[in-house]
């Protein structure tokens, strides 16, 4: 391997099995009439699956000879540009994700999907179990599931074997499906409020807010009173009884 294909694909573990690939493609609901996002072309398995279901592939690919491999080998309806998704311009019209994503840069990719101007409307990313289960809040929420619930819901939609992965990754991996709300339960505009709230409530607790004040949120939006670890909803109640505190 050249120095400068191990640069950027080290992080890297592809699909190849057609069969494989077409299992996680029906989980998802792609079809004929989506454009679809792929981040890290890779060896072109899974951009040609995704132009058999889809009208239409963007897939990004950074590693230079990659790219070349695949110029002029792909169907018609797949748009191959080369370059760092993490700083390419996302389509200003409705579109959908599926991608093998390098698991080094997960978070970033789900921050520039989920806090971009034009989100996706829904999300296919096959990445680390352990990552899966931060971002879906599974058994406590965690700073990157809250900064998601509000306007996505997230779940774990398929597990992988190790061995579907060439090489084959040291950790489980899963396919993670994000799902944009029609109706979020906080608008854009308090994102980075919401944000802020709930990094500093994981850190030190609640503040701004009395017990009683905190006991009254709970009980208006009938939101079981704090027993333990906090869940989604109450989070979602306290915010917005500190918002109101603040416009006062």
Not at 48 to 64: F, K, M, N, T, W
Not at 100 to 129: Q, Y
Not at 150 to 155: H, I, S
Not at 184 to 198: G, H, K, L, Y
Request: net charge positive; charged share 25%; glycine share 8%.
């Amino acid at each position: 391997m050249s120095q400068k294909q191990n640069k950027y694909s080290i992080s890297q573990n592809f699909l190849t099995s057609g069969a494989t690939i077409r299992r996680l493609i029906r989980h998802s609901d792609l079809c004929g009439d989506d454009l679809v996002v792929e981040i890290g072309a890779g060896k072109g398995h899974i951009t040609r699956q995704l132009a058999e279901v889809c009208g239409h592939v963007v897939s990004y690919e950074i590693d230079p000879l990659l790219y070349d491999r695949l110029q002029g080998t792909l169907p018609g309806n797949v748009s191959l540009r080369r370059g760092d998704f993490l700083t390419a311009r996302l389509p200003g019209k409705p579109y959908k994700v599926f991608a093998n994503i390098p698991f080094s840069i997960t978070t970033a990719i789900l921050r520039k999907l989920t806090m971009d101007g034009n989100p996706p409307e829904a999300a296919w990313l096959i990445v680390e179990k352990g990552a899966a289960m931060r971002f879906c809040g599974c058994g406590r929420d965690t700073a990157m599931s809250l900064a998601l619930k509000p306007w996505f819901d997230v779940r774990i939609a398929a597990s992988l074997r190790r061995e579907d992965f060439h090489p084959a990754p040291s950790v489980d991996c899963v396919l993670l499906e994000l799902r944009r709300r029609k109706l979020p339960d906080i608008p854009v505009s308090q994102r980075t409020a919401w944000i802020r709230f709930t990094e500093a409530g994981l850190r030190q607790g609640v503040r701004g807010l009395t017990p009683h004040q905190i006991r009254r949120a709970l009980q208006r939006d009938n939101a079981i009173p704090m027993s333990g670890t906090m869940r989604y909803v109450q989070w979602l109640c306290l915010f917005r009884c500190w918002q109101s505190m603040r416009g006062r």
